[in-house]
C-alpha cells in the first residue's frame, strides 16, 4: 500500500478509534520471552513497575544505577506534598519534585504524583486553618501544583488517606474534612480543570482487605463519584504489608474496585519479613494485579531496604547493599508469566 500523508492520517484516525472504544486486544498475559527488569517485565502486558524514590539520593551512583536500570514509573517519596510545595501561603517551590520529574522523563520514565490533599505533611501554615479559608487554599494548592506539572504526570493521588483507620467507614476527622464532605470531590475537579490528562486517584492504605469497613468505605466513594460524573481515573492500593500476609481476598479487591470502571495501581508497596514468606507475598501481589485487566501497575515504596521509611523490616526488594532478595526474583519471575 502506498503511504500517502491522507492514508496515514486515515490509519490513525482508525487506530484512535479502537482504542477509544477498547477494541484493541490487550497484550498477551504470558510473556514470548523473559525480561530481566521489572520495568520490561512488567510492560510485556502493558503495564508500569515503578518505586518511590527521594530527591537527595539521586547524587549516589549505586542508587540511581537500580533505578535506572529495572524501573520506568517513579513517585516523590516527601517532594511532593503540601509541606515541600508550598512551604508559605502562596509561595510555591518545585526544585526537588522538578529534579525527580526530570530525572524520571529524560530517561522515558512516568512519574506518579504524589499528592494534593492530604492530612498530614500539610505546611506549618495550613495547618492551623480551618473552614472557607481553608478549603481555598487546598484548592488553590491542588490547582498550582497540578498546573505546574502539566502534561508530565501519569497520575495523581489527588487526595490521600482521608478515610478513618479501623472498624467506624467514616471518613476521617480532619482539618480538610472538617471543610465539608464535598471537600474530596472539589479537591478532583480542580485537579482535572489544572491538568486534563492526567489520571486522578484517590490513595489509601489498609483498603487491601475487602472485608475491612474501610475498604468498602472507600469502594461506596468510588462508586458515588462514578455515579455522579466526579471526575476519578484510578484507586491507589497503598498495600503495606506489615505483620501481615497479603489478604487472601487482595484480588476481589483490586476487581471489585476495577469493576466501577477505574484503574486500580498498587502504589506503596512494602511487605515486612524475609526469605520465602516475604517473597510469597510479594509474589501474591504481583499476580493479583496480572489477574486484573484494570490493575495497571506497581509501585515500590523504596529501592533498598536501607531506603525504607522501616529499613528495620527489610521490607523491599533489593538489600542495603542493592543485591536482588529471593522477594525481587519472586515479582520478576511472576512478572515474566511465572
Ligand atoms: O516514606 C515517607 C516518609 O519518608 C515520611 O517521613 C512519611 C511522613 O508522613 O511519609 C512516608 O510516606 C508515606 C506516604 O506519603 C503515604 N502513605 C504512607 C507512607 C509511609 O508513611
Redesign the pocket.
Known sequence: MRLTTRSVRQAVVAISAAVALGTVMAPPVVAESAQDTLGAAASQTGRYFGA?VAAHKLSEPAYVSILDREFNMVTA??EM?MDATEPNQGQFTFGNADRIVNHALSRGMRVRG??LAWH??QPGWMQGMEGPGLRQAMLNHVTQVAAHFRGRIHSWDVV??AFEDGGSGARRNSNLQRTGNDWIEAAFRAARAADPGAKLCYND?NIDDWSHAKTQAVYRMVQDFRSRGVPIDCVGL?S?FFGVNVPANYQTTISSFAALGVEVQIT?LDVGGSGWQQADNYRRVTQACLNVPRCTGITV?GIRDSDS?RASQTPLLFDGQGNKKEAYYSVLNTLNGG
Open positions: 518511590a517519596e516527601n506534598k504524589h499528592t498530614s505533611q490521600n488517606e492504605y497503598q503495606h506503596e515504596w521509611w
